[in-house]
């Protein structure tokens, strides 16, 4: 009785612990979403995966109970002794039965199996049947155990989720390969054994987990349904069914699930009844199974209806996944598939439908003699050898003997549909593709009129720079630069570009300017608290979440100078002492770039939760060998001051010290989830995010009327790119990341002091982001509802570009036959950077496109062709003004040489004078670092440019020793960039001209 109360208890303290845990959870999320504004997309979100786990778990164990219960009435009873079995028993002696077992029943005790039923089935068969289907469940549960177990690991918050993986027999063979590789194949071997041997335990068991597991699972795809209820047309079809795009988008993915949960929930529910039937009456200790009844068939038979009506469904979205396929020599439908695969998918799945319709009109209208039950039988073994034949022999005949003779031929018309579809879904087709010569007559007077472009060649790579801040600008241990951001700022000065910028509207006249500006290209580089930076005896809960809150400035460093020893030089920099924040190196700049009080709650590395409006101050920045401390007032955080409140945080944080410390006030906020990229992830799940936010030093309420930005003295905010994704674009070609359709639909900012974070839409022609501004329609704003002192500073994002480039190096080539035989393949050129190639990354350079009369702010990839060292083209994209979003390919004649990344990196190592200096560096304590490798174009020719930086091995602070430009077949390194350019374009001196001596005769001897 004792340890009955005491097993009671424990129940009920875990429901309660649950019930907590879920309460706080839910609770916390309310108040922070609140808190940050989007507050109804947590809870439609909330709703949506509630309603799909209670109705599909709410579903399935009701079907799978229900079934199970049927089972255990019409099955036999494990006393049944059928006239085989009996007639063994009768050779034994009364007498000794009797003195065994009194009980013993009598002959007329003994219930026989109906007459009616199927034949019995001998042990032989009987063995074999059971193993079969014991172990096809086992292999499910494996199938769907790995599912959710993978999903176990996902975000809980990330909705962009494949639909996993149906199953079908492809996937039941590959499981069985699968397992019989691994370790887990005792344990599905265990499973169904122990099904054999407790079928009733696991069978109910299994239905309960197993209904809550699908529940879950499809719960994770909350995204996607609300798709299937919200679609934009693309007002694009694709070719092979003529249906809209936005089907394949919204529609299709919501059909899979349906069958995958279908699927796993009929089909167990079939296997685990039939089990009970077979392993009733003591079967496999009988040695034979009596048959089954025809209350039995009838219950078999609609649960076999509704499987077969489930087989057909997945018939029929395999006739549209085929736009996915991988056979053939080009993504999607090849000749194979449409000519073969597809019309035996049509005849499975009118052939399964036929099944279905007689099994479940067989049930309704149940006749225990029937003429035609034998066809049931026949017509299942026909089906599955139309299935062997039409989903595997005749395709592979087809692809083999028909295709692969004539294969360009037979491919051709379906090669078209992939290039063409890949080209859209990564909007390859907006690139304005133009032939670029370059004539090599580039003079020191083209060099004047591009001046702009000069001042602003980058000379500082970001790694260099962010090490030598580490060295230089850090202060303190706890302070760290996480990354340094390229960017434009338009800054007073008191030289006059030769050449406009990139013009926001078409250019009208206005008065002269009291003060000339120009734009300069420079690094940006946050400088944040890196709280694991702290010394490990002041790592206490006071320091962590009371004292050290948010770091302080930022660094912004021109790319193109260099300051005394070679180190970078600072437009801003430090932090000061004078009530002025931060130091800046005129007052031009002063006025250019706002400062104000640069405090950072919001960043990249602020992973901590922090509590402010405490007793406690906390720690603003450092000043000579005292400390600066501030109160934070700002809009972010959530109010923990009633105590109730702090009982919900610490139960939601874990963290037990909230309730019992005494600094906090009714004020006390709690700010958590400050890492940006969580922040906007558990807003926007559903969105794929950029590898590189960015920070922007702008003054985004001028007026102050804009509520999205709290004005007060808070100038910092970080620029993040967002993407919307699918991998389920008819005929594209899916790339590295597993997607095949991609857009930079949104631009989000968030606000480094409040935390506000506003989303943009920047791609409004996006179907796709179309559908959730209509499910979340108090979430995304217009672009030109972005303030222009921030719309000014967005940028072409590397990743989308990366993708893009990607892409092209195959889709490029338009034309069937060059795809077909791959002629034409580029790939992306390698430089040296340090001592090791790697890839050219793309970069960013203010600078003018060929025929465009003004400079911009662009990036810029080359090429080079498959397995040679030639540039071939370069791609650009536009990210200033009207003109964002623009992309260019120019590309270069075949038949001259134009000198590619490799081949100038090649002349550079070679180069006697330049090789040698390098190993001169290259010695024991220090080494020379090869950096960044950028073609400039300026008017009609290509300029190189490689800074090179040495450092030293122990303590690393990189210095810009030397400038290497190449031009034409004339290379030159020198100190600056400057004495580089005289260098190059100085007018050649002709040399003299060699002098002859004849050569006098010797004298004849005498």
Sequence with gaps: MFWKWCFRLLIVFLGLWLLLTLGSRIGAEIFWFQEVGYLQVFLLRLVTRGALWVFVAGVSVTYLLGNLVIAQRLKYPQSLKIEQVRREEAKFSSELKNFLSPQYPGRDQIRTPDARSFKPLRLRWLLPLALVLSLLLGLMLAH???????????SANKANLPVPALFRPEIIWQLVRQILSQWYLGLVAGVAIAILIYPRLFFWAIAIIFSIGLGWVLSQHWAKVLQYFHPTAFNNTEPLFNRDISFYIFSLPVGELLEFWLMGLFLYGFIAVTLTYLLSADSLSQGIFPGFSPQQQRHLYGMGGLL??????????????????SRGVSYGASYTDVTAQLPAYTVLFVSAVAIAIYLLWRTFFWRPKSKYRRFVIYGLGIYLVMVVVGGFVLPSAVQYLIVLPNELQREQPYIQ????????AFDLEAIDARTFNPQGELTEADLKANDLTIRNIRLWDQRPLLETNRQLQQIRPYYRFPDADIDRYTLQTDVTTRRPAAPQKPPIPEPEPVEATERRQVLISARELDYSAVPQQAQTWVNRNLIYTHGFGFTLSPVNTVGPGGLPEYFVKDISGDGRALTTSSEGIRDSVPIGQPRIYYGEITNTYVMTGTRVRELDYPSGSENVYNKYDGQGGVRIGSAWRRWLFAMYLKDWQMVLTRDFLPETKVLFRRNINQRIRAI????????????????????????DFPNNQSYLYWIIDAYTTSDRYPYSDIDGDGINYIRNSVKVVIDAYHGTVNFYIADASDPIIATWSAIFPNLFKPLNTMPVSLRSHIRYPVDFFKTQSERLLTYHMTDPQV????????????EIYGSEARPVEPYYLIT??????FEEFILLLPYTPRQRTNLIAWLAARSDGDNYGKLLLYIFPKERLVYGPEQIEARINQDPVISQQISLWNRQGSRAIQGNLLVIPIEQSLLYVEPIYLEATQNSLPTLVRVVVAYENRIVMAQTLE???QAIFQPEVTPPPAIIRPVEEASPSS
């Design 144 to 154: 769907y155990g790995q599912i959710a177990f993978s999903y176990w690991h996902y």
């Design 308 to 325: 077969m009506l489930v087989v057909a469904l997945s018939y029929w979205l395999s006739r549209y996944e085929l736009v996915y396929s």
């Design 417 to 424: 549909r992939t290039i063409a579809l890949t080209r859209q």
């Design 684 to 707: 926007a799940p559903f969105l794929k995010f950029d590898s590189d936010p960015y920070l922007v030093a702008a003054n985004a309420n001028l007026d102050t009327n804009n509520p």
């Design 819 to 830: 795809f077909y035989n791959r002629e034409d393949q580029w790939q992306i050129p390698n």
């Design 848 to 853: 003018s496109l060929p025929t465009v009369p």
């Design 979 to 981: 004495q580089a350019l």
